[in-house]
């Protein structure tokens, strides 16, 4: 992060360092302890996905009335804030990531911060979400999120429930659509010469979005 530790220096451009965090999600876990990773990345989300965003993206999110920002944030504050949780770990060196989880109802949200990306501090440098089809439960090992930090919502407009068309609205037209899936790719260079990369996934059930993934790394 520029101005808050110097991770920044071993990063590599920021397209890489974007796939190399996506990738950590799709390793298995090898702690045999009940644990709820973040779910595993799709794949395809970003295959062939052109930084047609020129607005910022995943810049800052809140809980409720405790409001963060990605890549500023430490996942110490939220859980500390939110008074619930417990940080956990998997990988080594530049392949970990931390995270915390949390349920509630049908609602299932994982903050996580994303090895060499995320620093020392564990910066918050990803979000997801999830709507659930019934409340099945999860691992004793997620947090229950007060219900007074819902909902979560991405750069002040980006929430659960929301229809395709209220999506599209409130963010322009998406760098790529499918049926039930759509992707906004953002790449831009900052006042300072850091290197900005951004990202939404929304997936929708129903004309309903159901699940959102948010997330930006700044790289030298």
């Known amino acids: 992060m520029r101005s808050i530790s110097n991770v920044s220096q071993c990063r590599v451009d920021g397209r890489k360092s974007l796939f190399l965090l996506l990738l950590l999600f799709a390793i298995p876990s090898d702690d045999c302890s009940a644990q709820t990773p973040p779910p595993p990345i799709n794949e395809r989300a970003f295959e062939r996905v052109p930084p047609t965003v020129v607005t910022r993206l995943a810049t800052r999110f809140s809980l409720g009335s405790f409001a963060g920002r990605f890549e500023e944030t430490r996942l110490d504050a939220v859980r500390e804030v939110l008074g619930e949780g417990t940080i956990q770990h998997r990988g080594d060196a530049g392949d970990s990531i931390y995270w915390l989880c949390y349920r509630r109802a049908q609602h299932r949200l994982w903050i996580v911060s994303g090895g060499e990306i995320g620093g020392p501090d564990h910066l918050v440098t990803e979000i997801v979400e999830e709507l659930t089809e019934k409340d099945a439960g999860a691992s004793t090992d997620c947090g229950i999120i007060p219900e007074k930090f819902s909902p979560v ?68």
């Open 153 to 220: 919502i991405f750069d002040g407009k980006l929430h659960l429930g929301m229809s395709r068309q209220e999506v599209i609205t409130a963010l322009g037209p998406p760098s790529k659509s499918e049926a039930a899936q759509i992707v906004y790719s953002h790449e831009g260079k900052l006042a300072d010469g850091f290197d900005e990369t951004a990202w939404l996934i929304l997936r929708f059930r129903e004309n309903k979005l159901v699940s959102m993934r948010g997330g930006k790394t700044t790289t030298n």
